[in-house]
């Protein structure tokens, strides 16, 4: 069992940065591959960025790709979203996610893939 924890939400102008945190508790978070998905008032939840167990594979939604960076420190047991260029249509509760992966190499591009969630984190950007 894998409990998650987000942090790092907020309130900031378009053009703007944040760095959203994921912690997990328990010893097998490197055995997890690991996702960030968000959710925005009135739409579907919708999978933005995901990582391997080891890192070295990621995957990014086409909204995101070039603006956000996912990333991990399995020694920190914590997995990290950074969020540049910030745009209105960004605003979106995020949710962390993780799954666990016997291969090591495989990240998971679908919601119903993944077994944990956190409670979310709130981004708001403005215009």
């Known amino acids: 069992q894998v409990q998650l924890v987000e942090s790092g939400g907020g309130l900031v102008q378009a053009g703007g940065s944040l760095r959203l945190s994921c912690a997990a508790s328990?010893?097998?978070?490197?055995?997890?591959?690991m996702g960030w998905s968000r959710q925005a008032p009135g739409k579907e939840r919708e999978l933005v960025a995901c990582i391997s167990r080891s890192g070295y594979s990621t995957y990014y939604a086409d909204s995101v790709k070039g603006r956000f960076t996912i990333s991990r420190d399995n020694a920190k047991n914590t997995v990290y979203l950074e969020m540049n260029s910030l745009k209105p249509e960004d605003t979106a509760v995020y949710y962390c996610?993780?799954?666990?992966?016997?291969?090591?190499?495989?990240?998971?591009?679908?919601?119903?893939?993944?077994?944990?969630w956190g409670q979310g984190t709130q981004v708001t950007v403005s215009s």
């Open positions: 328990g010893r097998t978070f490197s055995m997890h591959a």
């Open positions: 996610a993780g799954r666990l992966e016997l291969s090591g190499s495989r990240y998971y591009t679908e919601l119903y893939e993944y077994d944990y």
